[in-house]
């Protein structure tokens, strides 16, 4: 979505409710990556805080952080008679689950994984594994 996009749904007053899931990542670029074996470059982001954005155009906007509030935060989002944007913050290293796994991206996930622990971020493999595989 483009800020103008977001200019078009205030002066029409479209109530579109808007949900952004910010890894500060390109995550499927990453994702890609990896699985080819390849250490990852240029997919970490510096987002702004996006509710603040739509605020800042006139739309109803949050930035949720705690698990704790999102449910709250959410039937308050959909609720917004007009256009409305929520930003929730999520864990960077979750991985999103391709509809099927083919064997070249496991290999590649491998080689990947092999990479990484010898440039020195085996913290990176374990923090990926970690947040999952359910405990």
Known sequence: MLMGDLITLVQHNIPI?????????????????????????YTDLK??????????????????EDAGILEATVAEWLAQPGPALLNVKVAPMELVMPPF??????????????????????????????????K
């Open 17 to 41: 409710k808007i949900a952004v899931y910010d890894n500060g990542r390109l995550g499927f670029v990453e994702l890609e990556q990896k699985s080819e074996g390849l250490m990852p470059v």
């Open 47 to 64: 987002n702004p805080d996006f509710g603040k954005v739509a605020e800042a155009v006139g739309i109803w906007g949050r930035t949720v």
């Open 101 to 134: 796994t083919a064997l070249e991206p496991v290999k590649g996930m491998a080689l990947y994984t092999m990479k990484a622990v010898l440039h020195g971020k085996a913290g990176d493999v374990f923090e990926m594994i970690a947040e999952n595989f359910p």
